[in-house]
């Protein structure tokens, strides 16, 4: 749908938003030059850029959290200047963030009337919030119960809780950053559905994504930014992924990885009969075994929550099994803690960098040497040596190309990308002998993508031995030598990367057994991973 056919739009209607020469400076960087984008009612305004280019922080300016530094925006034609969220909010803005803000503890209706409790006399009246609730659910198509406590809906839930919160609040714009980085592949086709439904009925609906796919299936409008700069508007009727990845990154992209067969030698890691348990005690690891050898790489597909993340804590000392056998080289590492873990030779790529890859108040230095400071060459004769420190920061920072101003800025000032970037690079240079990755390239643009992988592939022809962990079923058939697929704790199959399709692999995924999918019985693709590009 377009703005003239729109509701609330129409040809003679001005956007609901209109931002003109936004620049937005933070020291050192200029994040946002110039920018104009308007918003319109009835329309899906895809917003694409490589990690840095400004995407985020045009939108912290549209939301109000940041203040431009030049340009002026308007909303329904006229001018306004947001002190803050709230006023951008009273504006009818609203955003979904990556980290949804909510309060795990509270029910769906206490979190979406949070700050803007009805009241009733000095009482609130959370009958009449609730009602309000379940009639925005109908009407736009999002079901969640109102009475659920949040820290037991599913992500894909909680996401329509944030929706629901904005929607609550009357937003016309829904800004959405990034928001099916973390979606299983059922959700983000019910997401999609959604999203359709919100500009039917005349919302303007602004969505960053990295997913070049989802894009072009979704978008009635495109822009794309580089170096903070607006650098052109694409059809998506004409565009396709190549030509997207090339606006953004102003170069081609492969979009297949470039390497030969792997020549494994011994067995690096063993892992026999694991069982382990998450943080609530379910037993989310249930009688796994593989092993990954010297210079292979061990792919997992799976849809992400089928004990994927417990499966590599356990591999990285971060969490003790209940049960089995991890053996890293001739050590069995089940009691060690993820330091003594480390010293082995192991890297570990998390899939949450926020909680375990780095320190945001750190600078990028001390986030280079957070794990290692007390090893050489950064420690000589128990004193840290500083030089050798950013002197491997520099080169790092340089070899990955981390977009920052300077090593010595703190970490939560890189954008999400440049941060993953950061955790890879320190996590790939150093003496290996097993590398642990989950999620390598979770919020990276297609040329960080392309540069990783071929890292990954270099260090795995250095003899290192790689445990990949990835939901998207393109990065794992496309990196690994061999693939297991894991489903509700188990490992289902293992194959040789050789025999590995997209179709024998999306059925398992969804829990298909071999012999059900040769009889062609129930497969619905659900398990398929998400999409790559
Ligand atoms: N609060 C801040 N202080 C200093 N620099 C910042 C701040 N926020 C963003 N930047 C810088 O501004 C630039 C743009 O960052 P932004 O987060 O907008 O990029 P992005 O396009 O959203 O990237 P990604 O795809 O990696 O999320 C980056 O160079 C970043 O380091």
Do not use: W
């Amino acid at each position: 749908m377009t703005s003239e056919t729109a509701e609330t739009g129409g040809a003679e209607s001005p956007p609901l938003v209109e931002a003109e020469g936004i620049t937005k400076r933070f020291p050192g960087v200029v994040a946002n030059a110039d920018v104009d984008l308007d918003l319109h009612a009835g329309e899906i305004h895809c917003v694409l850029g490589e990690n840095g280019a400004g995407k985020t922080t045009l939108m912290n300016v549209v939301y109000g959290l940041y203040q431009p530094d030049e340009g002026e925006l308007r909303v329904r034609g006229e001018r306004v200047d947001f002190e803050s969220s709230a006023d951008a909010i009273a504006a009818g803005i609203g955003m979904v963030h990556q980290h949804f803000q909510l309060v795990p503890v509270l029910t769906v209706t206490d979190n979406v009337i949070l700050g803007q409790e009805p009241m009733r006399g000095p009482l609130v009246d959370r009958e009449s919030a609730r009602q309000r609730i379940v009639e925005l659910s109908e009407q736009y198509g999002l079901a969640v119960d109102p009475d659920a406590r949040i820290g037991d809906l599913s992500v894909g839930a909680q996401q329509r809780v944030e929706l629901l919160k904005a929607l609550y609040r009357e937003a016309d714009v829904l800004i959405l950053d990034e928001p099916t980085a973390v979606l299983t592949p059922g959700e983000v086709r019910e997401f999609f559905e959604v999203v359709r439904g919100l500009v039917a009925q005349g919302k303007a609906v602004v969505f960053i994504t990295h997913k070049l796919r989802e894009v072009l299936e979704l978008a009635d409008r495109i822009s794309v930014l580089r170096g903070g700069a607006l650098v052109g508007t694409a059809d998506p009727h004409e565009a396709t992924i190549e030509s997207l990845a090339e606006l953004m990154v102003g170069r081609e992209v492969a979009f297949t990885v470039d390497k030969t067969p792997a020549q494994p030698t011994h067995t690096m890691l063993q892992v026999r009969d694991l069982h382990v348990k998450d943080d609530r005690g379910v037993q989310t690891v249930q009688g796994v075994d593989f092993e990954v050898r010297a210079g292979e790489i061990f792919g997992i597909a799976g849809v992400e929550g089928n004990g994927q993340r417990e499966l590599v804590e356990a591999v990285t000392g971060m969490r003790t099994p209940t049960n089995g056998q991890i053996v890293i080289g001739e050590y069995d590492i089940v009691g060690a803690n993820p330091r003594k873990v480390q010293g082995l030779g192991v890297g570990h790529i998390p899939e949450d960098r926020g909680k375990h890859g780095l320190v945001s108040r750190f600078d990028l230095t001390e986030n280079v040497i957070l794990n290692r400071y007390h090893h050489p060459p950064f420690s000589q004769r128990f004193l840290l040596n500083r030089g050798v420190a950013k002197d491997t920061t520099q080169r790092l920072v340089e070899q990955y190309d981390v977009r920052t101003p300077s090593i010595d800025v703190s970490a939560s000032t890189l954008s999400g990308g440049n941060q993953q970037k950061l955790v890879v690079a320190r996590e790939l240079e150093q003496e290996l002998r097993l590398l642990v990755v989950n999620q390598p390239t979770r919020g990276l643009d297609v040329g960080s993508v392309e540069f990783i992988h071929s890292q990954l592939v270099r260090r795995r022809d250095d003899g290192v031995a790689v445990l990949l962990v990835s939901a998207e079923l393109d990065e794992v058939l496309g990196l690994a030598d061999r693939i297991g697929v894991i489903y509700r704790g188990e490992l289902l199959a293992t194959m040789d990367a050789a025999e590995a399709t997209r179709e024998r692999v999306g059925p398992l995924m969804a829990g298909q057994t071999q012999q059900a999918a040769a009889a062609g019985a129930g497969a619905n693709g659900d398990g398929e991973g998400k999409q790559g590009a």
